[in-house]
């Protein structure tokens, strides 16, 4: 037996604005979306590298405000990439915290994403 990396599971409420923030801006990949039927919640997999997260537009699943650590190599070419794309509803600042240099960047539903290359 072993363990294998955790799945985040995201809380979304628009999918036009999280496609716009995730693939558009962050440049993750759509794998695949599920509905039960067409008029219900859409549950979604993206990823980036192997980073692999899921949306959810179901109620309760995920809460709004999950925070993520996220390990990065390279967190000045991430930013650089992201800031290159003008997002108009995040300018993420890249910080020297005593654990590395981290990215801190808000999602439209109110989770927080912390990209941080470890020192």
């Keep these: 037996m072993r363990l294998l990396a955790p799945i985040p599971?995201?809380?979304?409420?628009?999918?036009?604005?999280?496609?716009?923030?995730?693939?558009?801006?962050?440049?993750?990949?759509?794998?695949?979306?599920?509905?039960?039927?067409?008029?219900?919640?859409?549950?979604?997999?993206?990823?980036?590298?192997?980073?692999?997260?899921?949306?959810?537009?179901?109620?309760?699943?995920?809460?709004?405000?999950?925070?993520?650590f996220l390990p990065i190599e390279d967190i000045g070419a991430f930013?650089?990439?992201l800031t290159a794309k003008h997002y108009g509803y995040a300018r993420p600042g890249v910080e020297d915290m005593p654990w590395g240099r981290q990215m801190q960047i808000a999602d439209p539903f109110g989770n927080m994403l912390r990209f941080c290359e470890p020192s």
Excluded: C, N
Aim: charged share 25%.
């Design 9 to 68: 599971i995201l809380r979304m409420f628009s999918v036009e604005k999280a496609y716009a923030f995730y693939i558009d801006f962050l440049g993750f990949k759509l794998d695949w979306e599920h509905r039960f039927e067409p008029d219900l919640p859409l549950y979604a997999q993206l990823h980036r590298d192997a980073l692999v997260l899921h949306l959810s537009e179901h109620h309760g699943d995920g809460t709004p405000g999950t925070a993520l």
């Design 79 to 81: 930013h650089q990439e």
